[in-house]
């Protein structure tokens, strides 16, 4: 089979980093390629390549066997190359057909052919299987997975041969990503050539045909899914023994005895309209909390209410046993409770700084403007940092901008960490960072802890909830259904089988 698009001994550097380093590629038309690599390893800039986003300093790029130059986006969509973004540039305020059409809207001789417009829209909107949107809706009243399925039909609109997928699933939830991969997997049976990029394992090996692993920007094998095991793959992605790696998976965090004292942070029938039904949680030192619940559930919401990022309107909060009522996130931090949230774009990495200062800037809030980190405890928090987070190739005076996904998620929990937190609230630390660094995170965490912290952890990974977790609290529909003490006896599918029995019986009624 002839490639579509080939790219050959292709190589892209920045300042300081060689971000691909002959990378040698083949999409074919009728499959789905997945790039496979940790945190920083290249994928994005592949992808970026490929769209015309990232001119590349060498190598070449072949479609159909010849040399083209992508040297902008509008090259790439001549080539028949589209791409979907992870972070979705739609217009929030435009309604369903305005956003798949933008741009290509059909005109007529007296101006934008408002019908035949809204009938492409209809008729692509089909094609993918989602004939029962409503056109006039606006964006932003979608919910996140229809708004990324919006964006594939709008990808589609010009019929491309090649489909670019970076993150797709990123935002979804368990049936959206079964709802996209059709729609993938109909494309692929068209003959459009993909690329997935993702960090969820079962989804690539769901949804792919054939695999690239790219390590520190350098192809390390190129495979078919059905005939590359798990470990075999984690271990080309980490450049690691396989044994090592298989006594890996098989750590469970020592599980302590009951909590007894004071809990750390309590709360009583704590609330949010709309948001949290009454919630009584307690977090002991030396504890993991697990929350677990899907999107929706209100993991997210309680998290917040906890550490002041929004206000209750009811309940009661305590620290230590004293009732607290925090007005935002800088008075929970001056008694040293600290969250990670969930949405990247909210976490607060800020791109112009450095990333020295993305770390410190936590502890000088914590200090107060007034009274400056001295240069020796600067030093001491960066090394840290360094040392526990894998930020070694990482320059501290580059601008966080400039650093993948995962190293800057990486860079805010160093953050978190420097301010010497009584209570951590995590939501989804671990999203975007490759497998070593999350079992580098998750044996951190377990040491913090031991230390007399108390960690409130959610993570969309049940597997991860129970490695991690003392105690399990388990959120559906905006509330708490039920809590379970951790042990041998409890599995990812305790917690699936407690949400899918919830509330069954009350369907009967
Ligand atoms: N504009 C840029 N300037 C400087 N360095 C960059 C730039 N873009 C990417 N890099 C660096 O190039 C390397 C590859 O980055 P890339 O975004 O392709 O990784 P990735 O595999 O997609 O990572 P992730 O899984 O974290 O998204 C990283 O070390 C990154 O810091």
Redesign the pocket.
């Known amino acids: 089979m002839t490639a579509l698009v080939e790219l050959r001994d292709v190589t892209v550097a ?2 300081g ?1 060689t ?1 691909l380093d002959r990378v040698s590629l083949s999409l074919y038309p009728g499959e789905v390629h997945a790039l496979m ?10 992808v970026k390549a490929l769209n015309g986003v990232c001119p590349i300093d060498g190598g070449e790029i072949l479609l159909d066997g010849r040399p083209v130059s992508l040297t902008g986006p509008s090259e790439a969509h001549a080539a028949g190359i589209a791409t979907v973004f992870q972070d979705i540039h739609l217009g929030p305020k435009l309604n369903v057909v305005e956003n798949v059409m933008l741009g290509h809207e059909v005109r007529g001789r007296f101006g934008i052919n408002w019908s035949a417009t809204r009938a492409r829209a209809a008729e692509v909107l089909a094609d993918l299987g989602l004939d029962d949107l409503d056109l006039n809706r606006g964006l932003d009243s979608l919910p996140p997975s229809v708004q990324q399925l919006v964006a594939i039909a709008r990808a589609m609109v010009e019929r491309p041969r090649v489909l670019l997928l970076d993150e797709p699933t990123s935002s979804l939830e368990p049936p959206d990503v079964q709802r996209l991969f059709r729609i993938v997997r109909s494309l692929r049976d068209r003959g459009v050539a993909i690329v997935f ?1 993702s ?1 969820f394992l079962e989804q690539v090996y769901a949804i792919s045909d054939r695999m690239t692993v ?1 390590r520190d ?1 350098r192809v390390q094998g190129e495979f078919m899914t059905r005939e590359i095991d798990r470990v075999e793959l984690i271990s080309r992605m980490l450049g690691r023994d396989i044994e090592a790696l298989r006594q890996i998976g098989s750590q469970r965090r020592a599980h302590h005895q009951e909590p007894e004292g004071t809990p750390v942070i309590e709360a009583r029938g704590l609330t949010q309209r709309e948001e949290v039904e009454p919630t009584d949680l307690e977090v002991y030192r030396g504890e993991i909390v697990g929350l677990a619940g899907l999107r929706g559930s209100g993991r997210s919401e309680l998290a917040a209410l906890l550490t002041g990022i929004t206000r209750p309107d009811g309940g009661t909060l305590l620290v230590e046993g004293k009732e607290v009522r925090f007005r935002n996130p800088g008075d929970a931090l001056a008694r040293h409770i600290v969250a990670s949230v969930e949405r990247r774009a909210d976490l607060g990495i800020i791109g112009e700084l450095s990333v020295a200062d993305n770390i410190l800037i936590g502890l000088q809030a914590l200090r107060g403007w007034r009274h400056k980190v001295s240069k020796r405890e600067r030093d001491e928090v960066l090394a840290w940092s360094v040392d526990n987070f894998g930020l070694g ?2 320059p501290m005076d ?1 601008q966080a901008k ?6 800057q998620q990486r860079v805010l929990l160093a953050r978190l960490f420097a301010t010497r937190p009584v209570v951590m609230v995590l939501d989804e630390p671990t999203r ?1 960072i ?1 497998i070593a660094a999350k079992v580098e995170l998750q044996s951190r965490i377990a040491k913090l802890v031991d230390k007399g912290m108390g960690i409130v952890f959610i993570s969309s990974e049940f597997s991860e909830v129970v490695r991690m977790s003392d105690r399990i609290v388990v959120l559906k529909d905006r509330g708490k259904i039920g809590e379970l003490s951790n042990g041998p006896g409890v599995t990812v599918d305790t917690i699936v089988e407690m949400i899918a029995a919830d509330g069954v019986d009350d369907d009967h009624d």
Do not use: C, I, M
């Open positions: 920045f300042p980093v971000a690599g940790e945190n920083g390893a290249g994928k994005s800039t592949v990029v960090h790219l920007g190739s990482v580059r400039f650093l993948s996904g995962g190293e975007g490759d």
